[in-house]
């Protein structure tokens, strides 16, 4: 499908320091990792592949093509690269997968009579409503 070592080379990563609250070491060390991947100018997959991402992730890419993803659930630097690197995969994978083509089908005919049946119920109830004509 895709060369993992090949797409992973081509991710740059920056270490920023976590949000929230948190004390001294929270304040002082650069343990939330983002990740960018330029999807537009990627090497590794070709124009058919480029245009199914490109429509499945257009709501997670910029405006440039560009795919961002971070982590701050650990406290480790190491492990946050880890837990985005396997999301940043896994979203790869969803958007390159194709989706299956709709069979239509027709609407039994069996549920078409119980419709009408209930309308028809529903109508006498109302109708049973009125007072007697005399």
């Keep these: 499908m895709f060369d993992e070592a ?3 080379s ?3 990563f920056k270490a920023i320091r976590s949000s929230g609250a948190g004390g001294q ?6 343990s939330k990792v983002v990740l960018n991947f330029d ?3 990627s090497q590794v997959f070709d124009e058919v592949q480029v245009d199914l991402l490109l429509k499945n992730l257009s709501t997670r890419l910029t405006s440039e093509g560009t795919l961002i ?4 659930e650990s406290r480790s630097q190491h492990k946050n690269k880890e837990l985005v690197v396997k999301r940043f995969l896994e979203l790869i994978q969803l958007g390159l997968k194709v989706p299956k ?6 609407v039994p005919r069996a549920v078409k009579l119980k419709r009408l ?3 028809k119920q529903q109508a006498d109830k109302k109708a049973n409503r009125k007072p007697p004509e005399i």
């Design 25 to 30: 070491h929270v304040n002082k060390v650069s």
């Design 39 to 41: 999807l537009t100018n």
């Design 10 to 12: 081509e991710l740059t």
């Design 101 to 106: 083509k709709r069979k239509p089908t027709k």
């Design 6 to 8: 090949l797409l992973i």
């Design 117 to 119: 049946s209930k309308k």
């Design 69 to 72: 993803l971070y982590s701050d």
